[in-house]
C-alpha cells in the first residue's frame, strides 16, 4: 500500500545482487610501477578518492596515457558504480560524464547494473547501513576487511521490482542530494565571502561607514585586562550536553553542564599543539590545558584577528618539537592593531553577524542531512512505497 492507502504493484523482492549488476575488480597492485605515476594523467580512482557519494580524484594519483590504454578494461564508464573493496565499506559512487576514462584501482571495484536496474538507486542501497553490515558480515578479512565479487554477487537485497518505481526511489534520493550539495555549495560561498570581510575589515584595507581615524598599535600585553584563573576541569570533562560551551585544547567545542566564568567577551587560546584562538562571552567552562584572557575594547576583534593570522602566531608564539606549547610571554608581545574601541565593536558585529549566517545555513545542512537518512531507511526497504508517479515532496509531506 501507498501512502494513500492505494496498491502499488508489483511489490518489492529479494534478489542476489549478481541478479542486478556484473563486476570487476581492479588490477593487481603489480600491474602499477613507481615509474608508472605521473602528475595530470589518467586518475587512478582507490576507496580514498570516493568520498561522500561522489569520486574526488587526486592528481597526484594518476598514471601515464600509455598505461591508462593498456588497461582499458579496467575504464570507469557513466552509470557504472565504483565501489571501494577495502577498510571502510560503502564508499561508492555513481561514475558521471565528467569521470569517463578514470581508471578503478588495485582497492576498488567496478559495479556495471544490468539492463533494468537504476544506477543511482543501486548505489543508495549499497551505501545503506542495512547493506553495509550485510557487506562486513560476510566479507573477508580480519585486520581489514576485504570484499570480492563473490561475495558482493552474492548478497541479497530486498529492491522494487518495478523499474519506474526504482527510478521515483532514485529521484526522490537525488532531491535529497541537490538539497544537500546546495547548501555545501551556499556555505563554502558565505565562509569565502567571510574570509575576505575579514581580510578587508582587521587591515582597515576597507572601513565602515562613519570610521576614518587612523588605527593605533599595540602590544597584545597592554590589551589584556584580566587572566582569567586556571580552569579545574580536564579535556574528559566535555559532554554532548549542556547549556555551556566547554573549550577544549584546540579551541574546539563541546558543552557541559557547569559554567566555571561568566564574562562579557574573552579569548579562549590553546596551549599546546598549535595555535587557536577562540571568542567567548556569557557563561561557559574551559579544559585545564587553555588559557582564557579579557580584553580591553573588543576581544571578538582580537580573537578574529588573531584566527585570520594563526598560521604566523604559531610560529611565533609556540615552542618545542615534538609536544609543543605556547609560550605565553611571546603572546603578550605579539603587536595587534588598535582601532577605536567603537569600530572593533563594529567590525565584530558585521563578522558576528556573517558567522551567525554560515552557522544557521550549518543547521539547515545538518537537517537535510538527517532528513536524507530517514528517506533511505524508509525507502530503501520499501517502509513507506512511493507511487510512480509521484515525487519526492509526497515522502517531504509524509515526513512532517
Not at 615509474?35 to 570516493?50: A, K, Q, R
Not at 579496467?74 to 571501494?84: C, M, Q, S, T
Not at 595555535?275 to 561557559?284: E, L, V, Y
Request: glycine share 8%; charged share 25%.
Amino acid at each position: 500500500m501507498n501512502m494513500d492507502g492505494k496498491s502499488i504493484a508489483p511489490a518489492w523482492c529479494e534478489i542476489d545482487l549478481g541478479e542486478l549488476a556484473t563486476f570487476r575488480t581492479g588490477p593487481f597492485g603489480s600491474t602499477f610501477h613507481k615509474s608508472d605515476y605521473v602528475v595530470g594523467g589518467t586518475p587512478l580512482i582507490n576507496p580514498s578518492h570516493i568520498i561522500d557519494g561522489d569520486i574526488v580524484p587526486d592528481e597526484a594519483v594518476t598514471v601515464r596515457p600509455e598505461l591508462a590504454k593498456r588497461l582499458e578494461a579496467f575504464a570507469l564508464r557513466e552509470g557504472e558504480i565504483v565501489i571501494g573493496r577495502r577498510g571502510d565499506m560503502g564508499r561508492c559512487a555513481v561514475v558521471k560524464r565528467c569521470h569517463e576514462g578514470f581508471l578503478c584501482g588495485t582497492g576498488s571495484m567496478i559495479v556495471r547494473p544490468r539492463p533494468g536496474t537504476n544506477p543511482h538507486l543501486l548505489q543508495s542501497l549499497l551505501s545503506s547501513p542495512e547493506v553495509i553490515a550485510k557487506i562486513e558480515e560476510n566479507s573477508v578479512g580480519t585486520t581489514m576487511i576485504n570484499l570480492n565479487q563473490e561475495t558482493l554477487s552474492s548478497l541479497v537485497i530486498r529492491m522494487a521490482a518495478d523499474p519506474n518505481e526504482q527510478q521515483t526511489i532514485a529521484d526522490a534520493l537525488s532531491d535529497a542530494d541537490a538539497l544537500i550539495e546546495g547548501l555545501e555549495r551556499l556555505i563554502g560561498k558565505k565562509r569565502l565571502i567571510k574570509q575576505g570581510a575579514m581580510k578587508d575589515f582587521l587591515t582597515a584595507k576597507r572601513r565602515l561607514p562613519g570610521f576614518s581615524e587612523e588605527w593605533g598599535q599595540a602590544d597584545f600585553g597592554s590589551v589584556i585586562r584580566n587572566v582569567l584563573p586556571k580552569s579545574p576541569r580536564p579535556a574528559s570533562f566535555a559532554t554532548s550536553s549542556g547549556d555551556h560551551p566547554f573549550f577544549l585544547s584546540g579551541a574546539k567545542e563541546a558543552k557541559s553542564s557547569v559554567a566555571d566564568y561568566d564574562c562579557c567577551g574573552a579569548i579562549i587560546f590553546s596551549c599546546g599543539g598549535s595555535f587557536r584562538a577562540r571568542n567567548a562571552s556569557g557563561k561557559f567552562s574551559m579544559s585545564s590545558d587553555c588559557l582564557g584572557v579579557e580584553t580591553y575594547g573588543d576581544a571578538r576583534f582580537f580573537a578574529s584577528w588573531m584566527e585570520m593570522n594563526a598560521d604566523t602566531l604559531d610560529a611565533e608564539t609556540f615552542y618545542g618539537s615534538g609536544l609543543r606549547h605556547l609560550d605565553k610571554g611571546r603572546l603578550r608581545d605579539v603587536a595587534v592593531p588598535r582601532p577605536s574601541d567603537a569600530e572593533q565593536s563594529a567590525i565584530a558585529d558585521v563578522l558576528h553577524d556573517m558567522e551567525t549566517e554560515v552557522a544557521a545555513l550549518g543547521s539547515r545542512l545538518e537537517k537535510a542531512k538527517a532528513i536524507k537518512k530517514g528517506m533511505m531507511q524508509a525507502l530503501l526497504t520499501g517502509r513507506i512505497r512511493l507511487d510512480p508517479k509521484s515525487s519526492s515532496e509526497q515522502f517531504l509531506e509524509a515526513a512532517e
